[in-house]
Structure formats: structure tokens, C-alpha cells
């Protein structure tokens, strides 16, 4: 257990609806990244957060995906109208800050999307 | 796309050595060579990183060549939980982009 907590573990949908996601980053890590892992490949990259303030997104965050840190600390992705092509592993990561030992991205176990 | 070529998959018997194989011919040098692994169903696990010197830890030992262009990940003596993928990671470790490029990585099965 690296000490990032996410919920819910697992939730399936039918297309259409909206879904939401929560993220609780290991206490004072004031980074936070969101990403996405489809059957057979590696994660990829989705979004990051220093502190409150969104810094970088990546063009796979279509319009139809928000994630927010509102206070800094706990984060959520939320998808709107899911398609089927969002059934995925959510996974967050986070970590202390910048510098070589302090920016090393600690992971939670994901939430795994799917939708019918 | 990822800045590393892994192969697909190794094997290895437990109580043994497994040395995994990364090449980033491309590295620049402000790049650091990071190192994960996941183990089914769960979230990716930090290892190690480096930036020229070898570096060890109580998970692996890695040795990074001399040219920075390739290097290995060690884990001294396997067990039957060290099956997972791992993944070898190029990143600038502070200022550029902060997120992590993961490729297929390679699928290591220990075998009792």
C-alpha cells in the first residue's frame, strides 16, 4: 500500500452516464496526476496538478473529462457521457514536489472502468 | 512515445538473478532512467532510478552503462512475486514535462 487512496475500486456503467472518481494523494504531496491503462498497454499520461492549480493536460483529456483538486488535496476525474471506449484503469499517482528523490510518482491501485 | 525498447517478455527461476534489459539510445543528458513495475491488477510500484552511477536498493540494483544508452535492472534473487511487468522509464526529473512515458514494458514470469 503506497498510500494513495482510490474510490471506488471498480464501477461499471451503461453509456451515457456520468461518472466520477476519487482521489486521495499520500498526505502533503503536493502533486497529483491522473492516468489512464487500456487492456495490454502502459498507462498513459492524462493530467497533473500542483496544488489546486491544473498544469498540464494531455490531448487524451477529451471535453468530455474534468478533473479537479479543489483544495489541494484530494482530486476527481469526472467523465461525462461515458462511451465505451472510456472502459479503462483510472489510476492516480502522486507525489512530494520537484527535485530528483521528491518528484518520484507513487501510485494507487486504480479504479477500473467499464462500460456497457 | 516511449523513449525505451524493452523486450516483450523474459523468464526467469526463482532464487536467481533476473536482469532485465532497457535501451534509450536517445537519452539526453538531463534524463534520468526510472524503473516500475505492476503486478497484476494493481497500480504501478516505483524501484529505483539512476542518472549515470549504478544505484541499488533493497528492491534491485541498477547498473546504467557508461554511454548512458542502455542499462539493467537487477533483482538479486527473484521470488514468485516479482512476476509483473516492468517498465523502464526516461524522464527529466525536474522542469520539462512531469509525466511518465510508459511503453508495453517487459512481462517477467519466475518460474518455481
Known amino acids: 500500500d503506497t498510500g494513495v487512496s482510490q474510490d471506488p475500486r471498480h464501477k461499471i456503467t451503461k453509456r451515457g452516464q456520468n461518472v466520477t472518481f476519487r482521489c486521495d494523494p499520500i498526505s502533503e504531496h503536493n502533486r497529483l496526476y491522473w492516468y489512464r491503462q487500456t487492456l495490454g498497454q502502459g498507462p498513459e499520461f492524462l493530467t497533473y496538478?500542483?496544488?489546486?492549480?491544473?498544469?498540464?493536460k494531455s490531448r487524451l483529456l477529451s471535453d468530455r473529462f474534468s478533473a479537479e483538486r479543489p483544495k489541494g488535496s484530494f482530486s476527481t476525474l469526472e467523465i461525462q457521457r461515458t462511451e465505451q471506449g472510456d472502459s479503462a484503469m483510472y489510476l492516480c499517482?502522486?507525489?512530494?514536489?520537484?527535485?530528483?528523490?521528491?518528484?518520484?510518482?507513487?501510485f494507487g491501485a486504480g479504479t477500473r472502468l467499464s462500460v456497457l | 512515445d516511449a523513449k525505451t525498447t524493452q523486450p516483450t517478455s523474459m523468464d526467469c527461476a526463482e532464487g536467481r538473478a533476473a536482469n532485465l534489459p532497457c535501451n534509450h539510445s536517445t537519452i539526453s543528458g538531463n534524463e534520468y532512467v526510472y524503473w516500475y513495475r505492476q503486478i497484476h491488477s494493481q497500480g504501478p510500484q516505483y524501484i529505483i532510478h539512476g542518472l549515470k552511477n549504478n544505484e541499488t536498493n533493497e528492491m534491485a540494483s541498477l547498473i546504467i552503462t557508461e554511454d548512458r544508452k542502455s542499462s539493467t535492472l537487477i533483482l538479486p534473487h527473484a521470488t514468485l512475486r516479482d512476476t509483473a511487468v516492468y517498465y523502464c522509464?526516461?524522464?527529466?526529473?525536474?522542469?520539462?514535462?512531469?509525466?511518465?512515458?510508459f511503453g508495453k514494458g517487459t512481462k517477467l514470469t519466475v518460474n518455481p
Open positions: 499517482a502522486s507525489s512530494l514536489g520537484a527535485g530528483t528523490e521528491k518528484n518520484i510518482q507513487y
Open positions: 496538478f500542483q496544488n489546486e492549480a491544473q498544469l498540464e
Open positions: 522509464i526516461v524522464r527529466v526529473a525536474w522542469g520539462g514535462s512531469e509525466k511518465l512515458v
